[in-house]
């Protein structure tokens, strides 16, 4: 079991917004970019950084938007749809995809739309 699946999803969502402010972008984009990937609703959202929910009980309680399937390319040099491991793909999803909008890529496109 890796160590980033016991890791409180509040702690890693401030590096998140750092990440994308930094490179201009909103932390509203960002709650969006989450919203699309995960099916929470802000108060869901709002409810596990407040709770300190763990990434595996955080995607563990997720409903998967059925386009996240279409999410490839590279994170930290790994290949998003070349990892085995459900729980670890669905975080590096989510990486890739944050990666993605902070290097300024159209929301539709982050989106799958």
Request: net charge positive; proline share 3%.
């Amino acid at each position: 079991m890796s160590r980033i699946f016991a890791t409180r999803f509040a702690s890693v969502y401030p590096l998140y917004v750092a990440k994308v402010e930094k490179k201009g972008r909103t932390e509203a984009e960002l709650v969006e970019v989450i919203e699309w990937l995960t099916g929470f609703d802000e108060v869901e959202l709002k409810g596990h950084l407040a709770a300190g929910t763990t990434f595996e009980a955080f995607f563990g309680a997720a409903r998967l938007h059925p386009k996240a399937a279409l999410i490839t390319g590279l994170v930290c040099g790994v290949r998003v749809e070349a990892v085995e491991d459900p729980l670890m793909r669905q975080i590096r999803c989510l990486d890739k995809l944050v990666d993605e909008l902070a290097k300024g890529r159209a929301m539709a496109k982050i989106l799958r739309g």
